[in-house]
């Protein structure tokens, strides 16, 4: 049981480059996260999705785009980057009864 | 507009000593709180919750309290260990939503 899973660990882009991020998940979770991790800022909620096919915009959508195609499978896209993303990200899921949520070990981006 | 705010970017307390760390909240719909604890390069665990009905949740050295009429509330370690050095985040949430809003953190240093 691996819980929450997060690929890549670390990654240099490239203004302008695009990326995709996954998180996976193992425990039937329906409810999948992402977030940004600034310093000073907290956790901030990019995206989110209540189901395998649903998506929703959390509070810094801007520049990000998220697929849930697959109930245990949740992909942050970042289409073309900027200096603005770079940050630590976590995904995060949990059933639909109860809040707390499982958080995964981060991505840390950094665009040059 | 911060909802939650945790005030405090920082707190050293000596081992053995009580932790009080402060969460305040804006928002009168939020009526289920969490607190996380974070650790260098990893991903937040989930600490201890509280629902508006009560005032006070109790795990092992580790409390929360509630004050509603204040939008207030407070995480108390007792005692502290040196393993509780970490960053601690509050969140928030309405029981009908699906997501939490998190405050941006405050560093508990425990010294020897």
């Known amino acids: 049981n691996a819980g929450v899973t997060q690929t890549p660990k670390f990654r240099v882009l490239k203004t302008g480059q695009s990326m995709t991020l996954l998180c996976a998940q193992d425990?039937?979770?329906?409810?999948m996260y992402w977030y940004r991790q600034d310093p000073g800022m907290g956790l901030r909620l990019i995206h989110y999705?209540?189901?395998?096919?649903?998506?929703a915009k959390g509070e810094v959508p801007d520049g990000y785009n998220v697929s849930r195609l697959k109930k245990q499978n949740f992909l942050l896209g970042l289409e073309s980057a900027a200096p603005s993303q770079t940050s630590v990200y976590f995904c995060a899921s949990n059933t639909e009864s109860y809040y707390e949520q499982y958080f995964g070990p981060g991505t840390r981006l950094t665009v040059t | 507009d911060q909802q939650v705010k945790q005030n405090s970017p920082s707190l050293s307390v000596q081992e053995g000593r009580i932790s009080i760390l402060n969460c305040d909240y804006t928002n009168s719909m939020f009526d289920y709180f969490l607190w996380y604890k974070k650790y260098p390069a990893e991903g937040p665990t989930f600490l201890i919750s509280i629902s508006s009905i009560k005032d006070k949740n109790e795990d092992g050295r580790f409390t929360v309290f509630l004050n509603k009429s204040a939008k207030h509330l407070s995480l108390h370690i007792v005692p502290s260990q040196p393993g509780d050095s970490a960053v601690y985040f509050c969140a928030a949430t309405p029981f009908t939503a699906s997501k939490l809003t998190f405050g941006t953190g405050t560093r508990l240093q425990v010294t020897l």
């Open positions: 425990m039937n979770h329906e409810y």
């Open positions: 999705s209540v189901g395998e096919g649903t998506t």
